[in-house]
């Protein structure tokens, strides 16, 4: 599943105010130092303000900083969340979908499909677990 749909300039800004430092951003992105600082300071000039106060303490956010860190932290979780809902339809789109319960396990449907499988090979046999009591189950069936 793709990681994100946030720039690399919103990445690297969250990765810095998450862990106050370009060293330890930079590393857990796998970039150096030098090439994240650059990024940061493409992304302020193209803002037109900074971020970060840079201090040998490490890094803070500008007043300015936190508030685009706040609403990045929105878009973040935003982005992931459209990005999980759009895998999972994608998984969907060949799939057969089966619901089962404690009352109504789907070992028949699995054994079914293990046995039919090689007629549609691009199709996914889902399991959807859901509540069920007997009395529902009775209903149902």
Known sequence: MPATLLS???????????EGSFTKAASMMFISPTALIAQIDLFE?????????????GLRLT?????????????ES??????????????????LSVGTSPVVPGTL???????????LPSLNLRLVPFDNSPERAAYIL
């Open 8 to 18: 690399r300039h919103v990445t690297a800004f969250l990765n810095c105010a998450r």
């Open 45 to 57: 000039a193209r803002l037109g303000f900074k971020l970060f106060e840079r201090t040998h303490r």
């Open 63 to 75: 007043p300015s900083g936190e508030s685009l860190y706040a609403d990045a932290l929105h878009l």
């Open 78 to 95: 935003a982005a992931r969340g459209a990005v999980r809902r759009a895998f999972d339809l994608s998984l969907e789109e060949n799939s």
């Open 109 to 119: 449907a699995v054994t079914l499909w293990q046995q039919e499988r090689s007629k």
